[in-house]
């Protein structure tokens, strides 16, 4: 028997979840994409160390889980490095890190679909490295990368719920409260997923309206 | 302790030699001192202000979260802040789980953990103290109107058991129940979500959580035969100087034994949550 009551009496508590959620969602993402970018660039680079570094970060933090960077983050950063990092930073930075490998895959990807005619082109017309980059490759690739960028955010929104794991009052975790004392997990969980659908849903149908530009690129 | 000398050398020499002698003395000297005092621990904790102690959710009544304030209570929350109030300083509460207890304890974010059960295996990274706190029963949660009289009853392959994963629940299973399908789980609310969806037959509880989950209208609470003791105790981190630490929770624990002050603490905490206990024997004692 489904019991709505135990919702609407935690509503306060889901709320408080939700916006923990959401800045998380936001600052990792605003954070991840300015590693995405230097990370991408770095990929990109003719240096060959540059490169690599960019290499061995994307593959690092990809092919790590999420979960094992934030236990590790939290609990293995005071036992080896003697840091010791609240879990909040821990959470922050874990995701920060983790969403910015794959940002730098699709900013990677991105650029480097674009027909090397065109920047060869550029070059001929007198156009600098950056100049190339800035006002030929990366307009085309960011309309591309678009999709995908949205696609890996939307995730990232997801992904947020291993916060729980460290105890970081994220949406999940006050879901796992409300179970904890109501011992009314199905109807606690059924309402942590309408949640996510309610914002991600019309996120997903952006995504898709995205790729409509993009395909008309080719 | 003074460098040995002969009182035929020359008082330079002896000097250069005392000195040298001290320099490579003195700092392992010293770093012996600290190993070997035993109330190391205990002057650091009683130094820094605060007991640092892990907390968590789903684990009612042992550990409550206010809904509305977010500050902990709970009789294991009641007794921590007991160990508090005794060693001067204020009771930190660090939020975790059973599952990452071991890596707080190696990562030095807590200083001592309660409800814990002893466990061989754990014993070689934590130290438990000999004596626990209290004793409960290991019991089982079965759907409403099933009724489990003893753990060979329980123990056939068509029975499905949900047990917490890396508890001692689990343990419990594998020696009891072994012909039994056991599943673990993350936490209790999942092993209730087994239960109410009807993918589990049982779920194996103390007493306390068991009667508390049914106080809730969950379930039927069975107390399998025989009677399983749960001893409840407490660990801290096992490092150098401990021994005071561990001298001084002891002393605790005897304390509030032999004075009833733990059962009054229990008793008090059964009440606010309503629960009854006349499933137990009239002669078991906590």
Request: glycine letters at 8%; charged letters at 15%.
């Amino acid at each position: 028997m489904f019991d709505p009551s135990v919702i609407t009496d935690n509503a306060a508590l889901l709320w408080q979840g939700l916006l923990v959620t959401l800045l998380y969602t936001v600052a990792t993402i605003a954070t991840g994409l300015l590693i995405g970018f230097a990370i991408g660039l770095a990929q990109l680079s003719r240096i060959l160390p540059i490169r690599m570094f960019g290499r061995v970060y994307v593959e690092f933090f990809r092919n790590i889980p999420l979960l094992v960077i934030l236990l590790w983050s939290y609990y293995a950063l005071p036992i080896f490095l003697h840091v010791n990092i609240t879990k909040a930073w821990a959470g922050y930075l874990s995701l920060s890190f983790y969403i910015g490998a794959f940002y730098a895959e699709i900013l990677r990807a991105g650029v480097e679909g674009i027909d090397p005619g065109q920047s060869d082109a550029a070059t001929a017309l007198g156009m600098s490295s950056g100049q190339r980059m800035r006002r030929v490759i990366l307009p085309q690739a960011i309309r591309r990368m678009l999709p995908p960028l949205v696609g890996q955010s939307i995730i990232q929104m997801k992904n947020t719920t291993l916060l729980s794991a460290i105890t970081v009052p994220d949406l999940l975790y006050q879901g796992s409260y409300i179970s904890s004392f109501t011992y009314k997990p199905m109807e606690v969980y059924s309402a942590v997923a309408a949640i996510f659908l309610i914002i991600l849903v019309p996120l997903t149908a952006l995504a898709r309206r995205m790729e409509g530009p993009h395909a008309r690129i080719h | 302790m003074p460098i040995g000398t002969t009182a035929t050398e020359p008082s330079g020499a002896l000097t250069r030699r005392a000195l040298l002698g001290a320099a490579i003395v003195l700092p392992f000297a010293a770093r012996a001192a600290d190993a070997d005092d035993p109330s190391a621990v205990l002057n650091a904790i009683r130094a820094s202000g605060v007991l640092r102690a892990p907390v968590m959710l789903g684990e009612e009544p042992g550990y409550i979260k206010d809904r509305k304030s977010g500050a902990w209570g709970g009789y294991y929350f009641t007794f921590l802040q007991s160990i508090a109030d005794d060693l001067g300083v204020k009771l930190q509460p660090v939020e975790t789980s059973w599952g990452n207890l071991a890596a707080d304890f190696q990562a030095r974010k807590i200083d001592v953990a309660i409800g814990v059960n002893p466990n061989p295996q754990r014993a070689l990274v934590v130290d438990y103290l000999s004596v626990p706190i209290f004793s409960d029963a290991w019991a089982v949660l079965t759907p409403k109107g099933a009724h489990e009289a003893s753990w060979a009853e329980l123990n056939t392959p068509a029975k499905r058991i949900s047990v917490q994963t890396g508890s001692t629940m689990q343990i419990v299973a594998r020696a009891l129940l072994p012909d039994a399908q056991v599943t673990p789980v993350a936490d209790r609310p999942t092993a209730l979500l087994e239960l109410q969806s009807g993918r589990a037959d049982a779920v194996l509880l103390s007493i306390l959580d068991a009667l508390d989950v049914h106080a809730h209208g969950i379930g039927e609470v069975s107390l399998p035969r025989p009677i399983l003791q749960n001893p409840a105790t407490l660990c801290v981190a096992r490092q150098e100087g401990n021994a005071g630490f561990i001298n001084f929770l002891t002393t605790w624990v005897e304390q509030e034994r032999s004075l009833g002050i733990a059962q009054a603490t229990l008793a008090r905490a059964w009440k606010a949550r309503g629960i009854d206990l006349s499933i137990l024997p009239p002669d078991f004692t906590f």
